[in-house]
């Protein structure tokens, strides 16, 4: 027998429930911003919790840089911003929360 989900009763496979959470995730901000020595870095706002975590893995993974998670945002080494855009919605997030600025 599968397992149950708690909140509705019914089989957990029924559900997706990060698909659910990427569509009701609030606006992404993308944006780059200079850092210590003049060094850019690549900035996305608007995640939270294991996804946060998660993306922030994805994406260090697919554009090949150095990176971090804190308080609520994703810090990429280097210029990635059309890169990022592109790769989160591969990861499921609706191109129309996410602004490039």
């Known amino acids: 027998m599968s397992d149950l989900d ?3 009763g019914l089989p ?6 990060r698909a659910i959470e990427k569509e009701s995730t ?3 901000k993308v944006f780059t911003t200079t850092k210590r020595y003049k060094k850019l ?3 996305v706002e608007g995640l939270s919790g294991e996804e ?9 993974h697919k554009l090949a840089c150095g990176g971090s998670c804190k ?7 280097g210029d990635h911003k059309e890169k990022v855009k592109k790769h989160l919605i591969v ?3 609706p191109a129309e929360v996410i602004s490039v600025v």
């Open 41 to 43: 870095v690549t900035v």
């Open 52 to 60: 946060l975590e998660r993306t922030t893995k994805d994406l260090k």
């Open 91 to 93: 990861l499921g997030y």
């Open 71 to 77: 308080e609520g945002s994703i810090v990429l080494q």
């Open 12 to 17: 957990k496979e029924i559900f997706d429930f």
């Open 6 to 8: 708690k909140i509705s």
């Open 26 to 28: 609030q606006k992404l």
